[in-house]
Nanobody, 122 residues
């Protein structure tokens, strides 16, 4: 079994900062791309940022220069540092990972966490 557990979401004022964490656990052989998505009430889930096993990153245009994604491969953990937060970024933030499982290395599986709520007040 594989689990992705997000943490760090909370209520913050506009212009503030938060750091989200996502810890992956279970029978993981390797994590390929891992990243963050968000879904605001009544809207579609959208990509925020993703980081590959080699450290390459991709960000949504709306967060470039304010958000930073990083990963600790030894801990199977990905982080999202969010600065200068805006009220419109209020959403549930989800962790998503493409990974290989011990014993089934030839297949890449995609997993989602349950999300963490980020609320930005104006």
């Amino acid at each position: 079994q594989v689990q992705l557990v997000e943490s760090g979401g909370e209520l913050v004022q506009a212009g503030g900062s938060l750091r989200l964490s996502c810890a992956a656990s279970g029978n993981i052989f390797s994590i390929n791309a891992i990243g963050w998505y968000r879904q605001a009430l009544g809207k579609q889930r959208e990509l925020v940022a993703v980081i590959t096993s080699g450290g390459s990153t991709n960000y949504a245009d709306s967060v470039k220069g304010r958000f930073t994604i990083s990963r600790d491969n030894a801990k199977n953990t990905v982080y999202l540092q969010m600065n200068s937060l805006k009220p419109e970024e209020t959403a549930v933030y989800y962790c998503n990972a493409d990974l290989n499982i011990i014993g089934i290395r030839s297949v890449t599986y995609n997993y989602w966490g349950k999300g963490t709520q980020v609320t930005v007040s104006s």
